[in-house]
Each structure stands twice: as structure tokens, then as C-alpha cells.
């Protein structure tokens, strides 16, 4: 039987690829989404039974609850990637306090609900990956994105602090931290941007494919790369200080 994988956030972008790729090294894999009923149906369709799309509010801890006591019911989840999350950049003066907090508790608060229910199944049988998306956004400020930024710095923290926690259960705990990353939000950021000068600004004037964060990903998830309480930084030159 193949291992199980969970992926929170698996129906777009960063989320989708993670799924397509761990379906290729041979998980079988449980995901959730919110409002993309019709892309995870197209998901479902195409792998068949080794994958399942489950209807989730990640804001909803006792929803998270749920679907977690289904899942471990079913089968043993030897792999978790938290990717849920939204960027919805605004300044903080001029934002509504709880918009504000809503941006961080469902970055943050889902990366902890979804953590806290499969750890104890991965406790109790010694063995686990926990994998974390943070983004650039977690160490390089910029206008607007306090609540986004602030949330994923948090996520960084609290990837080490589990880390740490795990290890005596054997159970690993990383995150992967990208840069600019080709999808429908990148496009929206620049619809009202220079563009051009967009790209400049990286050093290798171009940003990273959804199946380039996948595969470090997938790299985790299979143990081909051995680590844990490690943030692993991806970007084109974006990332670098300076």
C-alpha cells in the first residue's frame, strides 16, 4: 500500500504542484481546499483513487479537527505539508484590525490546526514529516504585507520550536521558503506594476515555477533529504540581502 500524504491548500498554484509531485514518488495523497470545488474534482478525475479533495475552512479549527479524525481513521499519514494560506496585502493603519488578524490567524492558525491533529498519530508510530510553506516574505519587509509577512516569520519560529518537540518521536520538521513564484497572484501583483522592472530587480530576471518548490517539497517528504528544523530558502536571487 502506498504512504499518505496530507496538503492543505492543494488545489492552486504552489498546493497543485506539491500534490502532482507526490503522487510521482508514490504517495497517495489527501488534500484540502475551500472554494475550488471544480479543480479538485479535475484532480480526483485524473489520479483516480490515490487522491481525495476534502472541502475545508482552514479558519475553522474544529473543521480541521474533523477532517483529520476521517482521515486517520482511514489510513496512516506518514506526510504532512501545510500550504494553506492567503496574502491579502493592505496597510496596516488603513486595514480593518480584523481583517488585519484574520490574514495572520489563517496563515499561522492553520499551519498549528492541522500540525496539532496529525502529530499524535505520527508520535505514537515514530516516524513523520511535517512540512512547512513560509515564503520570502517572513525576512524581507515590504509595504502592505505586514499581516502576510509577520504571519510566515511566525511559521519559521514555530517549524523549529516542533522540530525540536518531534525529535525524540523521529518525526521531522521543515519548511521551505520561495521567492517569487509564477502564479495567479504574481499576476495580479503586477497587473498595476512595472513589470519590468519587476524582473530586474531579481538577479536571475525570472521567478520560480510552482514545480520548483514541489520538488524540494517531495525531496523532504521521501527522506532523500535528511534534515529537520531546517528553513530552506528558494529564490532566483531575491532572497539575498542587499
Not at 497543485?16 to 475550488?36: C, K, M, N, P, W
Request: contains cysteine; neutral net charge; proline residues 2%.
Amino acid at each position: 500500500m502506498n504512504p499518505v500524504a496530507v496538503v492543505s491548500g492543494g488545489t492552486r498554484g504552489i498546493g497543485r504542484a506539491i500534490v502532482e509531485a507526490l503522487l510521482e514518488r508514490g504517495f497517495d495523497v489527501f488534500f484540502t481546499y475551500q472554494h475550488s470545488t471544480a479543480l479538485a474534482q479535475q484532480l480526483e478525475a485524473r489520479h483516480g483513487t490515490r487522491v481525495r479533495g476534502f472541502q475545508v475552512d482552514s479558519h475553522d479549527w474544529q473543521a480541521v479537527r474533523a477532517f483529520a479524525e476521517e482521515v486517520n481513521a482511514a489510513r496512516q499519514v506518514e506526510v504532512l505539508v501545510n500550504n494553506a494560506g492567503v496574502n491579502d496585502d493592505q496597510l496596516f493603519v488603513s486595514s480593518a484590525l480584523e481583517q488585519y488578524w484574520q490574514t495572520v490567524q489563517l496563515n499561522l492558525g492553520s499551519v498549528m490546526a492541522f500540525s496539532h491533529v496529525f502529530c499524535q498519530p505520527m508520535m505514537q508510530r515514530r516516524r513523520g514529516q511535517i512540512i512547512n510553506i513560509s515564503s520570502l516574505a517572513a525576512t524581507k519587509p515590504k509595504v502592505g504585507n505586514g499581516a502576510y509577512g509577520t504571519a510566515k516569520a511566525a511559521i519559521e519560529r514555530f517549524t523549529r520550536t516542533l522540530a525540536l518537540e518531534m525529535a525524540r518521536f523521529n518525526v521531522r520538521v521543515n519548511a521551505v521558503a520561495p521567492g517569487f513564484v509564477h502564479s495567479d497572484l504574481l499576476s495580479r501583483f503586477l497587473a498595476t506594476r512595472d513589470s519590468t522592472a519587476f524582473y530586474r530587480s531579481i538577479p536571475l530576471r525570472q521567478v520560480l515555477e510552482p514545480e520548483a518548490v514541489a520538488r524540494v517539497v517531495a525531496l523532504f517528504a521521501s527522506g532523500e533529504l535528511e534534515a529537520t528544523g531546517t528553513v530552506m530558502a528558494l529564490g532566483n536571487g531575491e532572497n539575498l540581502n542587499g
